[in-house]
């Protein structure tokens, strides 16, 4: 089983880390394991024209691309900030996530094409929000927005959300144990998601100007 493991947060040395860490080394002996950090990758953040113009590949997002191609299952992880992941990776959302590679809309009807189909994932969240707060008082956006806008409609699916506060004041400390607890079980059942058939998101890519000109956003 393939597995890589995306550190979505801009700083190093950071709790966020260190929990994908414990997720890694509890991982089966026999994963084969892909750690990326996307604080290490080159990459122009901002999807300059929308889809109305491709905007090639720098190399490490060509890597990445074929990191996620490769991959059976996803451990995606980031802090959360005003309610959303950190402007990087959601820079990477836009760059890496695009018509022809990730998915393809129909050209009769409001339907798609999930190319990124057969891979499972998991979400790892850290917050100053208490878990509890942000599903009842907030209806948890971030959680709903990764299964159903992000990669859900990509094709990933099983996708477990996992959420970690309260982290400030101390909070970090006082439930790291179970923090540790939650992400082994993780890792330990990744392997035995029910997953759809693997696509060959590289192999049958589609032509960015094709698939881009079914719809434009």
């Keep these: 089983m393939n597995i890589l493991i995306l550190d979505g947060h801009p700083d190093s040395g950071r709790l966020l880390s ?18 990326i950090n996307i604080r290490d990758l080159s990459f122009a953040s901002n999807l300059l024209h929308g889809y109305t113009h491709e905007q090639p590949w720098e190399p490490d997002l060509q890597n990445l691309a074929a990191a996620v191609n490769r991959c059976d299952h996803l451990a995606v992880g980031f802090p959360l900030w005003w309610g959303a992941e950190p402007a990087l990776l959601k820079g990477l959302l836009d760059r890496l996530l695009v018509p022809g590679f ?26 100053d929000t208490p878990p509890w707060y942000l599903r009842l008082i907030y209806a948890d956006p971030v959680g709903h927005r990764w299964r159903r806008q ?13 959420r970690f506060g309260v982290t400030r004041r101390g909070g970090a400390a006082k439930r790291i144990g179970g923090w540790h607890q939650q ?21 049958s890519q589609v032509d960015f100007a094709k698939a881009a000109a079914e719809r434009q956003s």
């Design 18 to 35: 260190g929990l994908l860490d414990h997720y890694g080394q509890a991982l089966p002996a026999d994963a084969i394991i892909e750690r």
């Design 102 to 127: 990730a998915f393809r809309y129909h050209r009769q009807g409001m339907f798609w094409d999930r190319l990124l189909a057969g891979r499972s994932a998991d979400v790892f969240v850290t917050m």
């Design 150 to 162: 992000v990669l859900g409609f990509c094709g990933f699916a099983p996708i477990r959300i996992h």
């Design 183 to 203: 992400l082994t079980r993780a890792a330990q059942s990744a392997a035995g998601l029910k997953r759809a058939p693997k696509n060959d998101a590289l192999a």
